[in-house]
């Protein structure tokens, strides 16, 4: 069974663009939850969807915005990029027996000149 | 709201010493607790997790934790590393209801040298 995929692995934009990933998770996992990964903050929490619907957010700007399809991809958005935005981005699933174990892709390294 | 607390940094020992890595945490309702790690350039993987019960769990590579609710802890032991252990060590907390919306510390970065 393939992890989950998350796309790209690298990126590079400047402060003012915008910014789509995306994850693809385990198959036959409909949770998929997003966090970011910095130096200074550590890992924190942005947002969880479930069968397409966003059921938990994280404390972050409304710059920060996902979805999720019908065949449970996710892509997160971040419009007006600022320095600060520069972080890992790691994408998570989970399937609806075991909920607690959460599976992560590799990330997102998302750079912000 | 809850919040995780890992004092150490980093953590350096010698290959087959043993090791503790200390994880506190603070909440007003009853948590589910996890420890994870992330091996350079790749995505964090579980390691152990409690949910319930035995306050000793397990995993499959010889760490252990031990859940104690008085001391509000979850230190990870291992009895002797590898050099294949040397990585970074989340422990993360999450309410009952909240699985995905994981509470995590600052990490503890393991250096086993020979």
């Known amino acids: 069974k393939a992890g989950v995929t998350q796309t790209p692995r690298y990126l590079i934009k400047t402060r003012g663009q915008q910014v789509t990933l995306s994850c693809s998770p385990i198959s036959g996992h409909r949770s998929v939850s997003w966090y970011q990964q910095t130096p200074g903050q550590g890992l924190q929490f942005l947002f969880e969807?479930?069968?397409?619907?966003?059921?938990n957010k994280g404390n972050f700007p409304g710059r920060f915005s996902g979805r999720q399809f019908s065949n449970s991809r996710s892509e997160m958005n971040v419009s007006t990029l600022e320095l600060g935005d520069s972080a890992l981005y790691l994408c998570a699933s989970s399937s609806g027996q075991d909920r607690e174990k959460l599976f992560f892709g590799s990330g997102t390294q998302l750079s912000v000149l | 709201a809850q919040s995780v607390t890992q004092l150490d940094s980093q953590v350096p020992v010698f290959e087959e010493a043993p090791v503790e890595l200390r994880c506190n945490y603070s909440s007003s309702v009853s948590v589910y607790l996890f420890w994870y790690v992330q091996y350079p350039n790749q995505g964090l993987q579980l390691l152990l997790k409690y949910l319930s019960g035995s306050t000793l769990v397990e995993s499959i590579n010889g760490f252990e934790a031990e859940f104690n609710k008085s001391q509000t802890s979850f230190h990870l032991r291992k009895p002797s590393v590898h050099i294949s252990d040397t990585a970074e060590y989340f422990c993360a907390v999450s309410e009952y209801t909240g699985f995905q919306k994981l509470v995590f510390g600052t990490g503890t970065r393991l250096l086993v040298s020979p």
């Open positions: 969807y479930f069968s397409e619907t966003q059921r």
